[in-house]
């Protein structure tokens, strides 16, 4: 496909709008925009709460069968992307994020993947 065409007029304004729209999750225009976001589906964001939740517990156990001035440090979560905002970036929900079926685009009602918070809501 060349981009040329639309200057051409071989290629409609909503051709390249439905095409841009329908990029995958990991093209270079999506990564542009939402940065290390894009690499992260709802898997990685599961599997990232799992071992959150995992160290925690490890944590507790340890604190609950160690000396009391013996006490281990707090786990430190797994760093997770910072998600921009739809006003941030001039972007519509889901709109150039490769939206569909099992994205993480449609993991949530508002057409975001699920955000740290979010998920330690629904595991906690």
Do not use: I
């Not at 093209?27 to 964001?45: C, F, I, K, P, Y």
């Amino acid at each position: 496909m060349d981009l040329l065409d639309w200057h051409r007029d071989r290629l409609s304004a909503r051709r390249l709008a439905v095409l841009v729209k329908h990029l995958p999750r990991d093209s270079a225009l999506n990564r542009e925009l939402h940065g290390e976001a894009a690499d992260w589906s709802v898997t990685d964001h599961l599997l990232a709460a799992a071992v959150d939740h995992l160290a925690a517990a490890n944590w507790m156990f340890a604190c609950v069968n160690s000396d009391e001035g013996d006490q281990p440090d707090a786990p430190t979560p797994v760093p997770r992307p910072e998600y921009r905002d739809a006003d941030e970036d001039g972007m519509e929900d889901g709109e150039g994020t490769g939206a569909g079926p099992g994205s993480p685009s449609s993991a949530t009602a508002g057409g975001r993947p699920p955000s740290p918070s979010q998920l330690a809501q629904f595991f906690g």
